[in-house]
């Protein structure tokens, strides 16, 4: 597992929400090679991400899937996706909405498949990364590579 921290204001030393993510995947026994923070730039996104796929089966890319001028997670992974995981930002959205309300409607939370390969792509916030990190991705990764490899 790669975790990639999409943010131009954090380094990785104030980064908490990659370290909750890296904590939720070792409690569960799912090794994390890498954490790196990357710039909210698309080019930059699209650089790190390539590179995480020859090291992993999967990456989480946490931060820029908001709705401001500088989000640009979702515009820089989408166009790669060859299989889109739909119910995955359906689910984190609904289990979002039990804590933040319609506020969740900000959230363009986005999973899919890349070379057999699952990507996800979550909010940046440390409460909500760990909400897809526990809730669904760590229940449900086995499952989907399994699925995405075939």
């Keep these: 597992m790669v975790i990639l921290i999409?943010?131009?204001s954090r380094t990785e030393k104030e980064d908490t929400t990659g370290k909750a993510i890296s904590s939720l995947l070792h409690s569960s026994s799912i090794p994390v090679i890498r954490t790196k923070v990357i710039p909210d730039d698309i080019e930059k996104i699209q650089v790190a991400l390539k590179e995480s796929l020859e090291e992993v089966n999967c990456i989480i890319l946490t931060g820029g899937t908001g709705i401001t001028h500088d989000d640009c997670t979702i515009e820089a992974v989408?166009?790669?996706l060859e299989k889109r995981l739909d119910g995955f930002g359906?689910?984190?959205r609904m289990k979002s909405y039990a804590e933040v309300g319609t506020r969740t409607v900000l959230s363009r939370a986005l999973g899919g498949v890349i070379d057999g390969k699952a990507v996800f792509c979550i909010p940046g916030s440390k409460n909500a990364a760990e909400l897809a990190t526990r809730e669904i991705i760590i229940p449900e990764i086995l499952h989907i590579l399994t699925h995405?490899?075939?």
């Design 6 to 8: 999409i943010s131009t």
């Design 78 to 80: 989408e166009p790669l």
């Design 90 to 92: 359906e689910l984190f």
């Design 148 to 150: 995405a490899s075939r």
